[in-house]
């Protein structure tokens, strides 16, 4: 235990017993994930970001998700903390070891994963677009999001149009984009249409600049 999270343990002891009893489950939760037990920590640690709204605890939900290997839920979970802890970071220093620990992190989890960017030409009412095991919502579309790297499923479809179903490779640290048309269902045989040649990428779309970056750590719920 660092003496970043030794000495945020000790503010919330002194306090209320409302921060007293966060402070405890913070403390079980790191205990937890520190001996392997990360799906016993994981909703202890959403329990206490969704009680608190803290970046440490957002920080080890990140961790936790991606101890259990499920990385693109873990990338997109590590991105709170960067902007919140850098957001607090400015009038507080404690969230400083937070904001540094979460950049370094968030870029070593961006390097494990695929990047997809699925976009549909006219998009038809009640348009429902799957990748994978996760629906896209509309607002997803057009937008890079992460994914597990290798072969990934695209399923769209909509009332009275013809269901597609496509299947695009997506390399770890790259990005693909795809682009699918929805045709008029009952109209023969036409075929499905072409996809577009998916765009390969690479890099990040995290930019950390402004603060140099320090050690990964474990901190208190502060």
Excluded at 171 to 177: D, V
Aim: proline letters at 8%; glycine letters at 10%.
């Amino acid at each position: 235990m660092t003496l970043g999270w030794a000495a945020a343990l000790a503010v919330f002891l002194a306090a209320t017993t409302a921060y007293a009893d966060d402070a405890a489950d913070f403390q079980r939760a790191v205990d937890l994930y520190s001996a392997g037990s990360h799906d016993e920590a994981l909703p202890i640690f959403e329990g206490l970001h969704e009680r608190t709204d803290s970046p440490n605890a957002q920080l080890f939900v990140a961790r936790c998700l991606l101890a259990l290997g499920r990385l693109p839920e873990a990338y997109d979970a590590m991105r709170a903390p960067v902007t919140t802890a850098a957001e607090r970071a400015k009038s507080e220093d404690k969230y400083v070891p937070t904001r540094d620990s979460a950049a370094i992190e968030l870029v070593e989890i961006e390097r494990q994963i695929g990047k997809l960017v699925v976009a549909v030409a006219d998009p038809p009412a009640g348009l429902a677009v799957r990748a994978g095991d996760r629906d896209l919502p509309e607002g997803k579309l057009g937008l890079p999001f992460a994914v597990t790297p290798g072969a990934v499923e695209i399923v769209a479809e909509a009332p009275g149009k013809v269901t597609v179903t496509r299947s695009i490779e997506v390399p770890a640290g790259e990005t693909r984009s795809l682009t699918l048309v929805l045709e008029d269902a009952g109209d023969g045989d036409t075929p499905d249409p072409e996809p577009t040649p998916d765009t390969p990428s690479s890099g990040g779309e995290i930019r950390i600049a402004g603060f140099v970056v320090g050690g990964v750590g474990l901190f208190g719920v502060g």
